[in-house]
């Protein structure tokens, strides 16, 4: 599936968030990085509607978010950092079914999905657990399953494991590198979007990079002034930081 951006600008309360902002995403694992307030979430959701842009327009597959939400949210699946307040129902089970009371699928088609999806991400165990007495990273694998059970073409997950634990995270990153869903991941877990397609760094409402995720970490650290072995303890890629020559900047 083909998310296109096209001249989209945003800004809130007349302070520019996005700036004429052209991409055309089709990669099947695509990071987005940057600073705190660079733009990522608000790009991340103008990608299923949930932020409309001031100007320009966000086609998925060649539909405009402003004329076909409805369309639209169904095929770009959106999972939030705080899983907590994805959580709408008591049981494990309850919730990831939710999803489909709408679907016009049978009650056993149903059933056998929301079981095929708590299966995948381990939620078998706890399906008639209360949701809110899950782990943080259970939870988060429960906003997972509760999008991934509508069968969504995009996932767009905007800091899924920035409350997660060290495990927790691999866990979750792993689960997203598996999926066969397209996958649109805004992270500061720099270590999560290795292996990806393409990474795009963000800065003060622009792309600022676009290309290879060890390229991409190493355009952000310098431009943060900071030292990408300390932004990344495995070491990365080894080629050491580029500092953009100011040295520190806060
Ligand atoms: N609903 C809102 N109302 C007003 N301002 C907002 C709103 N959402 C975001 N902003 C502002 O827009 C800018 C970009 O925010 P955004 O959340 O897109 O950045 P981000 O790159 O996701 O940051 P972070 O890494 O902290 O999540 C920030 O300056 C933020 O204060
Ligand atoms: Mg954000």
Known sequence: MTLRLERVSHAYDGRPVLRDVDLELSEHRIGLIGANGSGKSTLARTLNGLVLPDSGRVLVDGLDTRRHAREIRRRVGFVFSDASAQIVMPTV???????????????AEQRARVEAVLERHGLAGHRDHPAHLLSGGQRQMLALASVLVTEPEVLVCDEPTTLLDLRNTAVVAQALRELPQQVVLATHHLDTVSGFDRVLVMDDGRVVF?????????????????????????????????????????
């Open 93 to 107: 089970a309850e919730d990831v079914a939710i999803g489909l009371r709408r679907s016009g699928l049978g009650a």
């Open 210 to 250: 676009d290309g290879a995720p060890a390229d991409a970490v190493a355009h952000y650290t310098a431009l943060m002034g900071v030292d990408a072995g300390a932004a990344r303890p495995d070491g990365g890629a080894g080629s050491g930081p580029r500092r953009s020559g100011g040295g520190y900047r806060p």
